[in-house]
């Protein structure tokens, strides 16, 4: 069975970064899009960014354009949210999701999703 489980998450200061890791028990995840999702306490999920199964494709949502960066490990076997310049804001449980493998890529939103991890905490305070 496919499972995804994200790691990397914890308590960090306003301006400090984090990196988040995406992997798959048993697999790796070439040849699936990956994304990530935030939800903060009282508001729905949104999109934080996605990365298309062959890396050509990447999108940010406004609000980390330029602070986040997705990236895919060299052996496949994980993705990457690297996460700078951290503003309270950001303070949320953090989703890794995919689908694939070898699916056009899909828009970057929850519902072009099939697999979710089960989230990791990032709070973001002094």
């Known amino acids: 069975q496919f499972n995804i489980a994200e790691s990397g998450g914890g308590l960090v200061q306003p301006g400090g970064s984090l990196r988040l890791s995406c992997a798959a028990s048993?697999?790796?995840?070439?040849?699936?899009?990956i994304g990530w999702f935030r939800q903060a306490p009282g508001k729905e999920r949104e999109e934080v960014s996605c990365?298309?199964?062959?890396?050509?494709?990447?999108k940010y949502a406004d609000s980390v354009q330029g602070r986040f960066t997705i990236s895919r490990a060299d052996d496949k076997t994980a993705v990457y949210l690297q996460m700078t310049s951290l503003k309270p804001e950001d303070t949320a449980v953090y989703y890794c999701?995919?689908?694939?493998?070898?699916?056009?890529?899909?828009?970057?939103?929850?519902?072009?999703?099939?697999?979710w991890g089960q989230g990791t905490q990032v709070t973001v305070a002094s």
């Open positions: 999701a995919a689908y694939g493998p070898g699916v056009i890529f899909r828009p970057c939103v929850s519902t072009s999703f099939d697999y």
């Open positions: 048993g697999f790796t995840l070439d040849y699936y899009s």
């Open positions: 990365l298309s199964y062959n890396g050509r494709s990447a």
